[in-house]
C-alpha cells in the first residue's frame, strides 16, 4: 500500500462511469489517479506527466481507440517504462491478444470482479518494479548510484555515431580524486567509501541535469558534456574542482580535504569511446604530473582560471 501512494496511474475511458468506477477501485489501494476521456486525451496527458507508471486504457473510444492509443505509446515507452492494461467490454475473444501483441502488458474482460482488478494491477507494478531493479543493478554503481561503466560504454557507442552523423559536439571528462589511497589509509576503506559516495553526489549535483555522470573505476569518474565544446566543459569542470577543494566532505571520522584532477578530451568525428576516453586519460595524466587539483585538456597544457 505504501508503494501505491507514488505510483501515478492514468484511467483512458470514454464512459464517465467507468472511469469513476476504476478510479474508486484505485483510490482503494490509495493509488494516485489521473483521467482521459479518449486517447487523444490521454496522449496529452501522459506527455504532461512523464511519472504516471501504468495506463489502464480502454478499447472502443472516440478519436483515438485503445488499440492506437497503445501503438502510440509504445513509440516512446517500452513495457519496462510504462505498464498498460487494457479494458473492453467487447465481446470479441480476439481482443485480448491482440491488446498484448499491440503492447499492453495485460487485458481485463468488462465486466470484472474487484478482486480479480487489483490482483492485475499488482502482478503488473510488481513485474514492473522487478524489470527497475534488474535494471539498476545492471547499469547503476552499487555504492553511489551513478551510472556503471557498462551502462556508460553502451549508451556513448550510440551517442558518437549519432554525434558523428549530425556534426554535434561533445567533450569527456575524466575525473580521479587525489591521493585517494591516502584517505582509505588513514581513515579506512569505509570513510573512503563515504567520500566516494558524497563526491558522487557533487558531480550528480552539478552536472547530471544536462549531462552524464558515470563511475567508471575506483575513485574515477567520467562527465560526458553533449553539446559542450573542450573550452566550455572546461570551465564547468574548473568552476567544480574549485569549489570541492573549498568544502571538505564530511564523513564519520569528521571533515576531509578532497581534490580532484581533471582530463577533458574533445570529440573528434572519427574515434570510438575507448579512443576518446584514452585521450581525456592523457589530459588527466598531465594533470596528474603537473602536481593534481587541476583540470588539464588532452594534449594540452595544465590551466588554471586563477
Ligand atoms: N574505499 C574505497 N576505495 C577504493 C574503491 N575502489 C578503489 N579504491 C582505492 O582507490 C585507491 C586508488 O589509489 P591510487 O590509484 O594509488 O591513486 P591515488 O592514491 O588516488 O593517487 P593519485 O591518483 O595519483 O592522486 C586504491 O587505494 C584503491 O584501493 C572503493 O570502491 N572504495
Known amino acids: 500500500m505504501q508503494r501505491n501512494q507514488?505510483?501515478?496511474?492514468?484511467?483512458?475511458?470514454?464512459?464517465?462511469?467507468?472511469?469513476?468506477?476504476?478510479?474508486?477501485?484505485?483510490?482503494?489501494?490509495?493509488?494516485?489517479v489521473i483521467e482521459a476521456d479518449d486517447g487523444i486525451a490521454a496522449l496529452e496527458t501522459l506527455n504532461e506527466n512523464?511519472?504516471?507508471?501504468?495506463?489502464i486504457t480502454d478499447y472502443n473510444m472516440p478519436r483515438l481507440d485503445g488499440f492506437g492509443l497503445i501503438i502510440k505509446v509504445r513509440e516512446q515507452k517500452s513495457r519496462e517504462e510504462l505498464a498498460i492494461i487494457g479494458l473492453s467490454s467487447d465481446g470479441d475473444e480476439s481482443l485480448s491478444a491482440r491488446f498484448i501483441k499491440?503492447?499492453?502488458?495485460?487485458?481485463?474482460?468488462?465486466?470484472?470482479?474487484?478482486?480479480?482488478?487489483?490482483?492485475?494491477?499488482?502482478?503488473?507494478?510488481?513485474?514492473?518494479?522487478?524489470?527497475?531493479?534488474?535494471?539498476e543493478?545492471?547499469?547503476?554503481?552499487?555504492?553511489?548510484?551513478?551510472?556503471?561503466r557498462r551502462y556508460f560504454f553502451n549508451l556513448?557507442?550510440?551517442?558518437?555515431?549519432?554525434?558523428?552523423?549530425?556534426?554535434?559536439?561533445?567533450?569527456?571528462?575524466?575525473?580521479?580524486?587525489?591521493?585517494?589511497?591516502?584517505?582509505?589509509?588513514?581513515?579506512?576503506h569505509d570513510v573512503g567509501d563515504e567520500v566516494l559516495i558524497e563526491f558522487?553526489?557533487?558531480?550528480?549535483?552539478?552536472?547530471?541535469?544536462?549531462?552524464?555522470?558515470?563511475?567508471?573505476?575506483?575513485?574515477?569518474?567520467?562527465?560526458?558534456?553533449?553539446g559542450l565544446n573542450v573550452e566550455k566543459a572546461y570551465t564547468l569542470l574548473d568552476r567544480f574542482r574549485m569549489q570541492l577543494e573549498v568544502t571538505p566532505i564530511a564523513t564519520s571520522k569528521?571533515?576531509?580535504?578532497?581534490?580532484?584532477?581533471?582530463?577533458?578530451?574533445e570529440f573528434s568525428c572519427d574515434e570510438n569511446v575507448d579512443e576518446l576516453l584514452n585521450r581525456a586519460d592523457i589530459g588527466l595524466y598531465d594533470a596528474k604530473a603537473s602536481g593534481r587539483n587541476v583540470v588539464c585538456i588532452a594534449e594540452g597544457k595544465p590551466q588554471k582560471t586563477f
Open 137 to 148: 543493478q545492471a547499469n547503476l554503481d552499487y555504492l553511489t548510484n551513478v551510472f556503471n
Open 102 to 135: 499491440n503492447g499492453a502488458n495485460d487485458f481485463l474482460q468488462k465486466p470484472f470482479v474487484h478482486e480479480e482488478f487489483h490482483c492485475r494491477v499488482l502482478t503488473t507494478l510488481d513485474a514492473l518494479d522487478m524489470v527497475t531493479r534488474l535494471w
Open 254 to 265: 569528521g571533515s576531509i580535504d578532497i581534490t580532484v584532477s581533471t582530463g577533458v578530451s
Open 6 to 32: 507514488s505510483v501515478k496511474v492514468l484511467v483512458a475511458d470514454d464512459s464517465m462511469v467507468s472511469r469513476k468506477f476504476i478510479r474508486s477501485l484505485l483510490e482503494q489501494h490509495l493509488f494516485q
Open 156 to 188: 556513448y557507442e550510440e551517442k558518437l555515431n549519432l554525434i558523428a552523423q549530425k556534426k554535434g559536439v561533445l567533450a569527456l571528462a575524466l575525473l580521479d580524486i587525489d591521493f585517494f589511497k591516502q584517505v582509505n589509509d588513514t581513515y579506512g
Open 50 to 55: 512523464p511519472d504516471i507508471t501504468l495506463l
Open 200 to 226: 558522487a553526489k557533487r558531480l550528480q549535483h552539478s552536472f547530471s541535469q544536462h549531462f552524464t555522470v558515470a563511475r567508471i573505476g575506483g575513485e574515477e569518474f567520467v562527465v560526458g558534456f553533449k
